[in-house]
């Protein structure tokens, strides 16, 4: 079992920067790919970003490449995803998953509780 838990969410105006943490517990951190996901009102969840087991690769959905990353401090169990240039569209409840190989689908074996993001002037 791998518990995560996502922090960093919040209200920010279009064009600003917010940063999430998704610490994790439980299983080894370094033995899970990790993702980030999100989910806006009255639409399905999709996928964000994605990143190694190593931190070494990344892949990202077309919606936020060169606007998002994604990395990962095993020392500290934590993945982040760095967000600018935050559209009002990318309001959503993200969230981080972990998943036993790197994949940018939607099912991945552990999900944290999720963080609101609010994109709005």
């Known amino acids: 079992q791998v518990q995560l838990l996502e922090s960093g969410g919040g209200l920010v105006q279009p064009g600003g920067s917010l940063r999430l943490s998704c610490v994790a517990s439980?299983?080894?951190?370094?033995?899970?790919?990790m993702g980030w996901f999100r989910q806006a009102p009255g639409k399905e969840r999709e996928f964000v970003a994605t990143?190694?087991?190593?931190?070494?690769?990344?892949y990202y959905a077309d919606s936020v490449k060169g606007r998002f990353a994604i990395s990962r401090d095993n020392a500290k169990n934590t993945v982040y995803l760095q967000m600018n240039s935050l559209k009002p569209e990318d309001t959503a409840v993200y969230y981080c998953a972990a998943n036993s190989i790197m994949a940018a689908i939607t099912r991945y074996d552990y999900w944290g509780q999720g963080t609101q993001v609010t994109v709005s002037s």
């Open positions: 439980g299983r080894t951190f370094s033995s899970y790919a």
């Open positions: 990143i190694s087991k190593s931190g070494g690769s990344t």
